[in-house]
């Protein structure tokens, strides 16, 4: 179990220009989440799957925002047209599905982010 | 609207004394929270929980309590070392899976 893996770690484009991320999960965990941080601002819900199916969209996950699951396995978040506010940190997260966690027990393992600057 | 609230956006203690992160939240249907921790340009760690049915939780140095009444928790790290100086997230969960998490609470420990 390697954890969960984001890619790139940072990704410095120029305003309008398409970025793509990539998440690769614990590989038992069904549900895969992602997150948008901002300084000084908790982590931000912007979608989340289970399995290949997404479940909810943000409504900050704007027309340009797409993500996507397609086995169920790996997840993609793409960004076309990146304008300056998109910078942020980029989080991925999963979970097994369905946790009844006793006290104690995790529910969200995250990935290290991948970190956007738009100039 | 922001269900998950911290309002201490930093808290400073000194080494061996007690940390008290405060949190609070709105919706009452949450049934599980969590306190992450994050240290710069890493992803947040899990550090500990609590499920609503339960008013305490401890585990080592770190102890969670819930007030349900006041929708109130609070984290308590004790003895605070140099180490715990970090941000730390208070997070819910909802029924249907999905986490929330407050903004934040900067920690320094000062030896």
């Known amino acids: 179990d390697t954890g969960v893996s984001q890619n790139p770690r940072h990704k410095i484009t120029k305003r309008g220009q398409n970025v793509t991320f990539r998440c690769d999960p614990i590989?038992?965990?069904?549900?895969l989440y992602w997150y948008r941080q901002t300084l000084g601002q908790g982590p931000e819900f912007l979608t989340y799957?289970?399995?290949?199916?997404?479940?909810?969209k943000s409504r900050l996950l704007s027309d340009r925002f797409s993500a996507e699951r397609p086995k169920g396995s790996f997840s993609t978040l793409e960004i076309q047209r990146t304008e300056q506010g998109d910078s942020a940190m980029y989080l991925c997260?999963?979970?097994?599905?369905?946790?009844?966690?006793?006290?104690?027990?995790?529910?969200?393992?995250f990935g290290a982010g991948s970190r956007l600057t738009v100039l | 609207d922001q269900q998950v609230k911290q309002n201490s956006p930093s808290l400073s203690v000194q080494e061996g004394r007690i940390s008290i992160l405060n949190c609070d939240y709105t919706n009452s249907m949450f049934d599980y929270f969590l306190w992450y921790k994050k240290y710069p340009a890493e992803g947040p760690t899990f550090l500990i929980s609590i499920s609503s049915i339960k008013d305490k939780n401890e585990d080592g140095r770190f102890t969670v309590f819930l007030n349900k009444s006041a929708k109130h928790l609070s984290l308590h790290i004790v003895p605070s070392q140099p180490g715990d100086s970090a941000v730390y997230f208070c997070?819910?969960?909802?029924?249907?899976?999905?986490?929330?998490f407050g903004p934040g609470t900067s920690l320094s420990v000062i030896p």
């Open positions: 799957f289970q399995n290949e199916a997404q479940l909810e």
């Open positions: 997260a999963s979970s097994p599905e369905g946790l009844t966690p006793s006290s104690g027990a995790n529910v969200l393992t």
């Open positions: 590989s038992e965990h069904n549900r």
């Open positions: 997070a819910a969960r909802t029924s249907y899976d999905k986490v929330i």
